[in-house]
């Protein structure tokens, strides 16, 4: 991932992979379709996130450039 995407847009995908695995997981445990100590694969989560982060990467960076400096 790291040497297809490079380096600001690495932390991107790492971070959008996160975000994605945590909200489809909590909402399994709320669903009760998991438990706490299920498993879920999170390869999935970072091919969702290496996408993301190759086709709209830089407009978020330039959002949060333009919003935070």
Same mark, same amino acid.
């Given at each position: 991932?790291?040497?297809?995407?490079?380096?600001?847009?690495?932390?991107?995908?790492?971070?959008?992979?996160?975000?994605?695995?945590?909200? %489809? *997981?909590?909402?399994?445990?709320?669903?009760?379709?998991?438990?706490?100590?299920?498993?879920?694969?999170? *390869?999935?989560?970072?091919?969702?996130?290496?996408?993301?982060?190759?086709?709209?990467?830089?407009?978020? %960076?330039?959002?949060?450039?333009?919003?935070?400096?």
């Amino acid at each position: 991932m790291g040497l297809f995407l490079g380096f600001p847009k690495i932390l991107i995908a790492i971070f959008c992979a996160s975000l994605i695995g945590s909200i %489809i *997981g909590v909402g399994l445990i709320v669903l009760m379709k998991k438990g706490f100590k299920s498993e879920i694969p999170f *390869g999935p989560f970072l091919i969702i996130g290496t996408y993301s982060a190759f086709f709209w990467g830089q407009n978020f %960076i330039n959002w949060y450039l333009k919003s935070f400096v």
